[in-house]
């Protein structure tokens, strides 16, 4: 299982920092993780279940996008993007 | 003591005071964050606000006192596994009955609430309405973004679409039928109008003392309606510019609305000079209202939601906050005006409470 690596609201809302989830992508762990943890439901993915815009994934501190693979000793960092005026 | 409830680009400010002075910023709230939208719920006094989080999405807040934890309110979202995601939240409402409140947002879409703002449901009539094709998004999307409740009657709703027209319900937003009848969309061409649905409604408010009368910004026009918003007479002439945002009213006087005209081609009020335009003859003539306002170079908006009321009649309290990030405040009716805040951020949205 991954480790799922969470900060600041999104770390509050699920009650922790760091959560093991299961997955084969980085779309099959966030989609398990707001399975998981009902309280982050439509908070990294909107409805039609994309990741949000303004947030970006890592996997083992390399930028990832939905298809990147997820890997059993792999960290999956969930982090604000740079954005914002 | 008067409350301001300010949504500003960057997040939410309390304001207290009273009519004539400069107000305290007694709260800061989401603060970095855009608030589009809040309101204290008269009926049950809890305070909803809409935040679009620029990271994690559109959600409706509410806390039963400023100063308690903001709680997220639940089902404010779109079916999941669908095409669209929704994307903001413009406008709450709260109707008398002290437990049912709208929120209308973008992608043009009603949420409904029956426990105060607790939890919310899809309006499932509106989100399927067979009209829903011909709607068009202007530049600031489709967005549900006016919600008239008809005082005491909770079947009975009048909403503003941008650009989907006015829609009316009499049974409790069950079912849906456009209120398009008068307006004309001089955007469109002319062999279109007729039937046309993307009909691009700024604002809309009902007179709540009569409350078949309903008054009508429109996208260049100004509107009456005195049959509940089924049909509408333009009461445009005798504006600088037919063009503008927010219209309110006096609760004790259903001939009167207030508007704050921007010109067709800039978007910011005429020449500089920032007046409110108020009719006390249901439209048949207005005057300009600018005692005490910036006389020029106030090359400033007005947004549909930063204009409101509190009080009425000799009593009545008027307040808009503009793109400036000033908040400007009568309290005699329009007759003179105060600047009761500077140097917020840009400003989306004024509500305003009388708090005893």
Not at chain 1, 13 to 19: M, N, T
Not at chain 2, 17 to 40: C, L, N, S, W
């Amino acid at each position: 299982m991954a480790v799922v690596r969470l900060r600041g609201q999104l770390e509050k809302l699920a009650g922790g920092r760091e959560h093991r989830v299961d997955g084969d992508t980085v779309n099959d762990v966030l989609h398990a993780l707001e399975s998981e943890l009902s309280a982050l439901e439509g908070w990294i993915l909107d409805e039609r279940g994309v990741l949000r815009r303004h947030i970006n994934v890592f996997v083992s501190s390399e930028p990832a996008d939905p298809e990147t693979p997820v890997g059993a000793d792999d960290q999956v960092e969930i982090l604000p993007a740079i954005s914002g005026g | 003591m008067t409350e301001l409830l300010v949504g500003t680009r960057k997040g939410l400010f309390v304001l207290d005071g009273e009519p004539g002075a400069k107000f305290e910023i007694t709260g800061r709230h989401f603060e970095g964050q855009p608030v589009d939208y809040a309101m204290r719920d008269a009926a049950t006094g809890r305070v909803l606000a809409a935040v679009t989080s620029p990271f994690y999405g559109p959600r409706i807040w509410y806390a039963d006192e400023l100063g308690d934890d903001w709680t997220a309110a639940r089902g404010v979202a779109l079916p999941k596994g669908g095409d669209e995601a929704l994307k903001r939240i413009w406008v709450i409402a709260g109707a008398d009955d002290g437990a049912t409140v709208w929120a209308g947002g973008d992608p043009g879409v009603l949420f409904e609430s029956r426990d105060g703002g607790a939890t919310f449901a899809l309006n499932e009539a509106l989100w399927k309405h067979p009209s829903r094709p011909r709607w068009r998004p202007d530049s600031g999307g489709l967005s549900v973004h006016s919600i008239a409740p008809w005082p005491g009657v909770t079947q009975r709703i009048a909403l503003g679409i941008s650009a989907g027209g006015v829609m009316l319900s009499d049974d409790g937003g069950s079912s849906w039928h456009h209120g398009n009848d008068g307006i004309v969309p001089d955007y469109l061409p002319d062999e279109a109008r007729a039937t046309a649905v993307d009909l691009c409604v700024h604002h809309l408010e009902r007179a709540p003392g009569r409350p078949e009368r309903l008054f009508l910004q429109f996208h260049g026009g100004v509107y009456r309606s005195d049959d509940g918003g089924r049909s509408w007479t333009d009461i445009g002439a005798g504006l600088p510019d037919d063009f503008g945002f927010p219209v309110t009213v006096d609760p004790a006087d259903p001939d009167s609305a207030f508007v704050i005209p921007v010109t067709t081609a800039e978007r910011v009020v005429p020449g500089g000079r920032l007046l409110v335009w108020e009719t006390r003859d249901a439209g048949a003539t207005w005057t300009p209202r600018g005692d005490g306002l910036p006389e020029r170079d106030a090359y400033v908006q007005v947004l549909r939601q930063a204009f409101d009321r509190a009080g009425a009649g000799a009593d009545l309290e008027l307040y808009f906050g503009a793109s400036s990030g000033e908040v400007f405040g009568s309290g005699d009716g329009g007759a003179t005006w105060f600047c009761a805040a500077r140097r917020l951020p840009p400003i989306a949205s004024v509500r305003t409470s009388r708090l005893t």
